[in-house]
C-alpha cells in the first residue's frame, strides 16, 4: 500500500495542490474548483488545482486550510475520494477512560503499554493516526481531543491534541453530546445488561436452548417458581464484575439457604426473610437458573469466544480461551486462582475428548457463537467486537452466560498467544479505518 504525506504551502486562499497520477489513483477525474477535505469529524472547502508540480506521493494545502483541519503532517496518510470530498486519514480515536490519569498510569507501566503496541504497529501498516484518549480529554466547544499517540521514534505514547476522529472505538459509556458529535460514527454503541442479553435472544429458537432462564422479576414468587423448575438458582448483580454480588439459592420445606460466592458465607432463612432479602436486592439484579458445569479438580470452567467482524461485514471467531476457576466456586470469576487454557487442553482437562470430538465441540461452539454475533447486531446499534462466556455442562452441552462488548482483547497474552492478539487487533483496525474513511 502507497501512502501520502500531507505538506503545507503558504497561500492567500484555501488552496489544494495534487498531482494528475495521484488525482486519478484515488477516482477524481474531472477538475472541479472547489472540493471539501475531510480530517476526522473535521470538513474544511478549498479550492482544488490539478498540477504535476506536486509530487505523486504528496498533497499540499495552504497553511490555514491545515491548522483548520488539525492535520499532522508528520504522519503517512490514506487518501480517498467519495462523494465529491477528498478524506485524509483514517484519524481513529481509542475511548477506553473516562480519567486522563488512569490512561497515563497505564502508558506509564511497561507491561500495560506493551498491550498497546499492535495498534501503533497496525497503523504503520494502514497510515494515518491512531489515538487513545480519555472522556476528560474531549474539548466539546473546540471539538478537540487531547490523547495519547504512539511516538515511533522514541517509542513512547505522547499527549497530543487532534480533532474529533473519524470514528470512535469505546470501552466505557459516552456522553449524549459525544453521540451527537460523532453523527453515529461510534462503534459498540450500547453496553447491554444481562437481562437485556437474555431478552434479545430468547426468541432466537438456535440461541434459546442454551441460554439459563433468567428474570428481573426479584420476587418470592418468582424465585419460588424457578426453584420448582430447577432446584438451584442464582441471585447476581448486573453490574458487578468477578464474580462478586452473586449468591446461589436453594430451598428446603420453609427455609432457603443461600451462599455467596467466593466466600465461605452460608445461611438459612424463612419465607418471611426471604421477602426481606429480595427487596435489599431489587435493583440492578437478576435471577437465573443455575447450571452445573463440568468441574476440573472441583473448579469450575469456562470458555471465552472472541468474535471480530471483518471489513466485508461477516463474523469471525479469532479464538477460545479456557479459564480454570477458583477451589469451591460455583462461578468461573476469581481474581487470584483463575488460569487460562487454549481450547484443544481445557477440553482435554475436562472431558478426557479426543482430538476428533475437541474439534467436533470447537465446530459446534462457533457456530453457536456466531448465530449469537449475528442476533445482537444491528444498523441502530453496530458492534465490531463480542466475547462471549460459554460453558459445558456433565452432558457436553453448551450454555451461553454473557456477551461482552467491551472485552479485553488483549486476554490471549495471557496464555501468550501474540500471534491470537495480533489478528484480533489487525480485525478491529482494519474495521476501523473503513469506518474512519466512509
Not at 497520477?21 to 478549498?46: F, H, P, S, T, W
Not at 424457578?226 to 464474580?243: F, M, S
Not at 443455575?290 to 479464538?319: A, H, P, Q
Request: include cysteine.
Amino acid at each position: 500500500m502507497s501512502f501520502i504525506t500531507v505538506k503545507s504551502i503558504k497561500s492567500s486562499s484555501r488552496s489544494l495542490r495534487i498531482h494528475p497520477v495521484l488525482a486519478e489513483k484515488i477516482g477524481i477525474n474531472k477538475r472541479r474548483k472547489k472540493i471539501d477535505i475531510c480530517y476526522g469529524n473535521r470538513q474544511y472547502e478549498a479550492t482544488m488545482s490539478i498540477t504535476k508540480k506536486v509530487s505523486k506521493d504528496v498533497i499540499e494545502l495552504d497553511q490555514s486550510s491545515m491548522e483548520k483541519l488539525m492535520i499532522d503532517p508528520c504522519y503517512r496518510y490514506n487518501c480517498q475520494y467519495k462523494d465529491g470530498n477528498v478524506l485524509i486519514g483514517p484519524l481513529i480515536g481509542l475511548l477506553y477512560s473516562h480519567k486522563t490519569r488512569y490512561l497515563k498510569k497505564r502508558f506509564s507501566n511497561e507491561e500495560k503499554k506493551k498491550r498497546y503496541e499492535a495498534y501503533a504497529q497496525m497503523m504503520q501498516k494502514i497510515g494515518g493516526v491512531i489515538y487513545a484518549f480519555a472522556t476528560d480529554q474531549i474539548d466539546y466547544e473546540k471539538e478537540e481531543v487531547k490523547g495519547f499517540v504512539y511516538n515511533e521514534s522514541t517509542s513512547t505514547w505522547e499527549e497530543k491534541v487532534f480533532p474529533l476522529p473519524g470514528v470512535i472505538y469505546r470501552k466505557v459509556s459516552v456522553t449524549e453530546e459525544l453521540e451527537k458529535k460523532m453523527k453515529g460514527k461510534i462503534v459498540n454503541s450500547y453496553r447491554f445488561t444481562k437481562y437485556e442479553f437474555w431478552e434479545m435472544l430468547k426468541d432466537h429458537y438456535k440461541i434459546a436452548k442454551h441460554l439459563p432462564e433468567t428474570t428481573n422479576e426479584i420476587t418470592k414468587s418468582k424465585l419460588d417458581d424457578l426453584l420448582g423448575k430447577y432446584d438451584k438458582v442464582i441471585l447476581k448483580h448486573t453490574k458487578k464484575k468477578l464474580g462478586y454480588g452473586i449468591y446461589l439459592i436453594t430451598k428446603e420445606k420453609d427455609h432457603y439457604h443461600i451462599t455467596k460466592n467466593l466466600t465461605y458465607d452460608s445461611f438459612s432463612i424463612s419465607n418471611d426473610e426471604m421477602v426481606e432479602f429480595l427487596e435489599k436486592h431489587q435493583e440492578d439484579y437478576i435471577i437465573q437458573q443455575f447450571v452445573s458445569l463440568k468441574m476440573y479438580e472441583n473448579r469450575k470452567i469456562d470458555y471465552r469466544l472472541i468474535f471480530t467482524k471483518t471489513v466485508e461485514e461477516k463474523w469471525e471467531c479469532k479464538g477460545i480461551l479456557g479459564w480454570l476457576g477458583a477451589v469451591g466456586g460455583f462461578t468461573i470469576h476469581t481474581l487470584v486462582e483463575t488460569n487460562g487454557r487454549t481450547l484443544e487442553e481445557m477440553l482435554k482437562m475436562q472431558f478426557d475428548y479426543t482430538p476428533k470430538q475437541i474439534a467436533k465441540k470447537k465446530k459446534e461452539m462457533i457456530k453457536i457463537g456466531n448465530d449469537i454475533a449475528w442476533a445482537l447486531d444491528t444498523i441502530e446499534r453496530p458492534y465490531i467486537d463480542f466475547g462471549f462466556d460459554f460453558g459445558l455442562d456433565e452432558s457436553g452441552k453448551v450454555w451461553v452466560f454473557e456477551a461482552n462488548v467491551y472485552q479485553q482483547l488483549w486476554s490471549p497474552l495471557y496464555l501468550d498467544d501474540y500471534d491470537m492478539y495480533e489478528q484480533i487487533i489487525e480485525c478491529v483496525i482494519k474495521y476501523l479505518e473503513k469506518e474512519a474513511m466512509s
